[in-house]
């Protein structure tokens, strides 16, 4: 890892409100647009959500569905299965391919590529109309296949329309050592102030249909950060990540050592 240029909070500049009020916001689950974006998913111009069948818990899709159909915004839900990417990533060793993360096992990895097909054709008529495109990063923030296999899918939209596409700079020891190998290049990070009570109010949708997926003792930032991807390949902006606490760090504690090494390589 090369070393970049210490940013903070205090030094970043916000983003401008006519990039996101003109933009696209995709994400893979329901409750990734207020866990990941709760700055820009008020805002953005289309909220398109991806999946809502995880394909084995009928509860959940029905749950996830009445979210919807009470939803305080506008969005487009594609109602998508689930691959079931979860716990079958090889974190110790990951590898990029063009579909996202490689998986343990060839059947996962054949589901992976016939939904990224799937969602690359379906975002092309979606994404028609944006001017640039959040979504997540491709080490799936804490750790999570499905989230870097949505980044791939858009990437490929994105650079096909020339659309600028911009991710949370989000991470966990889980994704680490992901985040650790380079696949695209980073801009400047750039911040911008979470809609709380948005946030808060679509919250209680989830808890309330037993859907809400993360932490429930979880507080919202106060600001998200995003860099824009750009062509080639490149550092992280280390010392702009947000860390959090992945559901799967106690299965890696070794990649503790990995976090200081990037953060010393960043110094």
């Not at 009445?66 to 990533?89: C, G, H, I, M, N």
Request: with cysteine; aromatic share 8%; hydrophobic share 40%.
């Amino acid at each position: 890892m090369t070393s970049t240029p210490s940013t903070t909070l205090a030094t970043m500049p916000s983003i401008p409100d006519s990039l996101v009020e003109r933009a696209a916001l995709v994400v893979a689950h329901p409750d990734d647009e207020v866990l990941w974006f709760g700055s820009v998913a008020a805002r953005v111009q289309s909220l398109i959500v991806c999946f809502e069948d995880p394909g084995n818990a009928p509860h959940v899709t029905r749950g996830r569905r009445r979210v919807s159909d009470a939803f305080p915004r506008p969005a487009r839900w594609l109602r998508l299965k689930e691959p079931r990417t979860w716990r079958r990533t090889p974190w110790n060793d990951p590898t990029y391919t063009p579909h996202g993360l490689k998986a343990i096992d060839p059947r996962t990895d054949r589901r992976v590529a016939e939904t990224f097909a799937q969602l690359v054709e379906i975002l092309e008529r979606e994404l028609a109309g944006a001017s640039a495109v959040f979504t997540h990063n491709p080490w799936g923030e804490y750790g999570h296949a499905d989230h870097a296999l949505v980044h791939a899918a858009v990437r490929t939209v994105a650079r096909a329309r020339e659309l600028p596409l911009l991710c949370p700079l989000v991470a966990s020891l889980t994704s680490v050592r992901a985040l650790r190998r380079p696949l695209v290049a980073w801009g400047s990070p750039m911040r911008a102030d979470v809609d709380i009570v948005f946030c808060e109010r679509v919250r209680s949708l989830y808890v309330t249909h037993k859907v809400w997926t993360w932490d429930e003792q979880w507080k919202f930032w106060a600001h998200d950060v995003f860099a824009p991807v750009q062509a080639g390949s490149g550092s992280v902006p280390v010392s702009a990540i947000q860390w959090v606490r992945g559901f799967l760090d106690r299965d890696y504690p070794e990649h503790v050592e990995d976090r200081a090494m990037l953060e010393a390589s960043s110094a």
